[in-house]
């Protein structure tokens, strides 16, 4: 199976954590395709931790719980179908998962085998209680490859937190996508940790085995599993600028049953070029310029696009305005080369050009611009 696109969908566990049911699935499963998000592009509904029983059953299998899933993880499968969208469902490389629930070490090919038999099209697959003998690399490629040997096409979600170098061996295991980073909390300082792990990692990024920076917390306003203190909306176009631009896959995590009555979020989740960057066939390897004015909490990303644009995101982490300035030399663009840039933000839609062969962007605090770009001639 190969993924050419970040994947695009809903997780439970952000807000929801145990507290998951098959009523709350369809229903996300309804309103993923009821407020627009479906057609956007949002396709995955995973069930994370919490789903099954604490043992399995004479057979070795995993067992659905039968309070939460009385009609069983197949009829929730065809559902989920039903609506146009793919099923996902979790499991952990040790021998529980970080809930404590059995987890699939020495049980790989058996719990391929049932959830290709369910209709599971995505696998979650966490990092919790591992052997300290056998390395992650060989736990994941062991699960990546019972996935490949299933009968159905599971896209394989690792998550082992980018624990063990885990950037180093990901590519080898068979892994779609892989989570770089801890776990993020509703909070713009656990944004801002998270952004800033980036920085020894970010040329790791590759198509087909994306750098998952986590879920969202976008539209969660501090309640919920993972809810904390909660983000300003600035916050959450940041968080989810730079979630975009570095390619990561875009899993909702807040609680999307009505959602579009909240449309502040609907925006920040459906902006469409903002999607375009993130979901760019091309792919291509993310790096950072220095600029001027970022500070140490500054940052500007270029990202390189599909016949020709660029994406640039200038980042403000710290708690003041700034001015960022972006010198096209940093982009081998010299005035002498006769191109310039023409800007569009993604998020107010407001045109920059550059004078003098800078670009100067007045960030707000806790701020991003998300721009796509385009090569003009020089006047
Ligand atoms: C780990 C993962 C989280 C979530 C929980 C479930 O902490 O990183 O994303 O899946 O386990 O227990």
Request: glycine share 10%; hydrophobic share 35%.
């Amino acid at each position: 199976m190969i993924v050419t696109r970040p994947p695009l969908g809903w997780n439970s566990w952000n807000t929801f954590g145990k507290d998951i049911n098959e009523q709350l699935i369809r229903d996300s499963a309804d309103a993923m395709v009821s407020s627009g998000l479906a057609a956007k592009g949002y396709e995955y509904i995973v069930i994370d931790d919490c789903w099954s029983l604490l043992e399995r059953d004479e057979n070795g299998r995993l067992v659905a719980d039968p309070e939460k899933f009385p009609s069983g993880m197949k009829a929730l499968a065809d559902y989920v179908h039903s609506k146009g969208l793919k099923f996902g469902m979790y499991s952990c490389a040790g021998t529980l998962t970080c809930a404590g629930y059995p987890g699939s070490f020495d049980h790989e090919f058996i719990d391929a085998a049932t959830f290709a038999e369910w209709g599971v099209d995505f696998l979650k697959y966490d990092y919790c209680y591992h052997s300290d003998f056998i390395r992650g690399d060989r736990l994941y490629r062991r699960m990546g490859l019972a996935l490949e040997n299933c009968g159905r096409d599971i896209l394989f979600s690792a998550c082992s937190w980018g624990a063990d170098e885990t950037h180093k061996w990901i590519k080898t295991t068979g892994a779609h996508m892989w989570r770089s980073t801890g776990d993020i909390h509703d909070g713009w300082e656990s944004v801002k940790k998270l952004i800033l792990k980036q920085d020894e990692i970010i040329e790791y990024n590759g198509q087909g085995c994306f750098n998952d920076m986590d879920m969202l917390i976008v539209g969660m306003r501090g309640r919920g599993n993972v809810g904390f203190v909660g983000c300003t909306e600035e916050e959450y176009r940041t968080h989810m600028s730079i979630w975009a631009i570095m390619g990561s896959p875009l899993m909702i995590g807040c609680d999307i049953r009505g959602i579009e009555k909240d449309g502040e979020t609907m925006n920040i989740l459906g902006n469409e070029e903002m999607l375009r960057i993130n979901q760019d066939s091309a792919y291509r390897q993310i790096y950072r310029v220095k600029g001027s004015g970022c500070g140490p909490d500054g940052r500007i990303y270029i990202r390189h696009l599909e016949g020709g644009d660029i994406a640039v995101a200038m980042l403000n982490m710290s708690d003041a305005e700034r001015n960022i300035t972006l010198m096209l030399d940093e982009l081998a663009l010299p005035e002498s080369c006769g191109k310039s840039l023409r800007l569009r933000e993604v998020w107010s839609g407001e045109e920059y050009g550059a004078k003098n062969a800078t670009i100067r962007v007045a960030v707000p605090a806790h701020g991003c611009k998300l721009f796509r770009a385009s090569l003009v001639d020089v006047k």
